[in-house]
Every structure is written in C-alpha cells, then in structure tokens.
C-alpha cells in the first residue's frame, strides 16, 4: 500500500468533489416528507424519500423564509438547495433555500408575484395601518359560520368581555366564490359600522387559504373603513391579507384576544386605582384635618378676643406688679423719710437749745460765730429754748477749743 488517508482527508476530498459537481449545487428535489423535525434554534431537519431510497435534508433558520406553509410528515414537496457534505460526520445532506407543496409551486409563484404588486402600490405601507381600539363594543367576524375559528374567537371574546357583541358574517373561506364572498363581508360589516373586524379561517394547505390571497380581498381590506386584523390559518401561514391588514394575529384565538380588551383585567385594574386613590385620598384627608387644628389653634391664639383676653390679662399683671412696686416705693420711702427725720432731729436748733446751748445775734440779726464781730460794751441778742434775752459784752477772750478739748 503506497498512501495512508485520515479519515479526516478522504471527507474532504469527497466534500470538495461535491462542491465542484454543478448539478449539486443548484438542484430540486422531489419526495414526501418523514422524520420531520422542527429544532429550538429554528432549523427544520428532515427526510425525503420516493419508494426506492432516501436522502438526509436540513433547511437552516437563516432559510426559513423560503417556506411558506408548515411542513409536515407524509407532504409532498419539491425541495431546492444544494447537495453537499457534512465533513465532520462523511455524510452527505440536501441544504434546502426553498421548499414548496407539490402542485403548489405554480400558486406560490402567484403569490409572490401579487405579494411584489401590491407592495409596490404601496398597500403594505404602515403609514396606511389604522389603530385598533383598545375598546370595543361590537366585533365583526368575517369566516365559515361552521369553522373551529368562529368558536375559538365566540369562547375567547366572551371570556376577555361578555359585554362585546359579536356579528359574524357567514362567508366561504375556500373553493368556488370565496373570495366575492369575503368581499361582499367586509362590505356589510364596514356598512353596519363595527369597531373592529376580524378576517380569517383555520389552518389548511395554500389552495384552502389562497381566497385570502386574491387581488380583491386585499383591495376590500385596504380601502375598509373599519380596522381590520387578520387570522388565517395557522402562525406559519401566511396570505396576502396579512400583508394588507391593520394587524396579522398569527390565530384566530390570537385575533380574538389582539381584539377584545380583557373586562376583567380592566376591572382589576380599576380596583387597583380606586384602592390607591382612596389610600391617597385618606392620607390627604388626615394631613389636611392636622392642618385645620393647626389653623384652629393660631386662629384661636390669634383671633381680637383672645388678644383683648390676653392683653387684659398683661394689664391685670402690671397693674399687680406696679401696686407691688408702688408700695416697696412708698415703704421704701416711708423709712427714709423716718431716718431723715431722725437725722434732722440730731440737727435740730430747738434740741441744741435744749441741750443748755444758746443762739447769738448781733444788732444787725447777724449770727455769731465770732469774738471779732463784737466788742466791749456791744448789745447782743442770746435765744434758748424758751426765749431771747439782751446781754452786753463785757469782756472777749479768745480760745483754742480744739486745743482745749485735747
């Protein structure tokens, strides 16, 4: 043996003949669907098989716009890609970019071919979308009267508001006349004025659901006056109408509930705010009530009669008080008086005279408290305590009383 290959090299060696083969690259591929499988990251894997063999098929999230109806086992389909190797496993695989339902392919050409007109008009433009109302009182349903989707949006309507009242024009959702039917239903709802309209069916291949892709429906749903929410089949069909519609609610069910306000959560809601409001309420009230006896009280304090009770009071406490001072005045007063009259009764003439002393004058009235103011033979006037007498000078002699005394 001249060359050992890895397991590694021989894939890629087989990997890259595969992308050189041109066939491979670009190939359509017919066969019924096993072993589907829908992943959580958004990639489809599955089988196609004829009754001679099989081949391995994935189609990746990134693809998954190239699918216009949800896959199942047991379709027939036509599935475009490429042919290619897994290199890490040797195994090779279809890549799908495109799949459709065998003898649907012509009408999902249409489809599109529509779906690019209409956008083009500018009918897909979200400037032309009109708001629902978060209320409503009547909701018009334009569907089989017999259909699962009439009961699904009845049960989920009554349950969110029993209060909303539903009309529901009986159409032909598919086959011979369904679309003038769907139109002539928008017409008579839009006619009797409901707030809402729902447009839509169940679930079904693309040639159950393709009235709802006919040029006059979307035109009835453009130019309707009444928003309009569209539920066709399941969350992976998608229609025309969808694209024209207000708004596209995956389901019926889903419709019912984008339509109709839940009353219950509304009410709980309200009770909610009521309970807050009240809550703020009371405590506005307490605050305020805290307010008015504040205002009370400085009124009361504040107010002329309880000034003039005030001010009375003031005048009935200085007039104590200057009673109180007037009197230690006059006491006060009152004892000084005595001590000066004491004082003066020490100073008195009247009492030195008592006392054996006696008071001279001489001719002219004049007091004597000098030899040098008389002399010998002068008449002098001498009073006592019970008189005056007229004495003569006789005789002068001076003396040093302080002198003496000592």
Known sequence: MSSIYSVSQVNAYIKNMYTQDYLLRNICVGGEVSNCKYHTSGHIYFSLKDESGAIACVMFARQRKGLAFSMKDGDKVAVEGSVDVYQRDGRYQLYAR???????????????????????????APEYKQPIPKFVHTLGVVTAPTGAAIQDIRNIASRRNPYVQIILYPAL???????????????????????????????????????????????????????IISAVGHETDVTIIDYVADLRAPTPSAAAELAVYDYRAFQETLLGYRQMFQ?????????????????????????????????????????????????????????????????LKGLSPLDKLKQGFSYGMDRQGKTLVSISQVQPGDSITLQVSDGTMKAQVTETRSVDWTQKSE
């Open 173 to 227: 959702v598919q086959g011979e006349g369904a679309k003038e039917s769907i139109v002539r239903g928008i017409h008579a709802l839009e006619s009797l004025g409901v707030d809402v309209m729902i447009v839509g069916r169940g679930g079904g291949s693309i040639e159950d659901l393709w009235a709802f892709n006919e040029e006059e429906v979307a035109r009835a749903a453009f130019h309707c006056s009444i928003p």
């Open 98 to 124: 495109k799949i459709t339902l065998e003898g649907a392919g012509l009408l999902y050409e249409r489809f599109l071919a529509l779906k690019d007109q209409l956008e083009e008009m500018g009918m897909f």
């Open 279 to 343: 809550e703020k309420m009371d405590s506005r009230l307490r605050l305020m009530e805290e307010r008015l006896r504040q205002y009370q009280m400085r009124l009361g304090y504040l107010s002329p009669q309880s000034q003039i009770r005030e001010k009375r009071q003031y005048l009935v406490e200085t007039q104590e008080r200057l009673r109180a001072y007037m009197k230690r005045q006059t006491e006060q007063a009152r004892n000084n008086l005595d001590l000066y009259v004491e004082r």
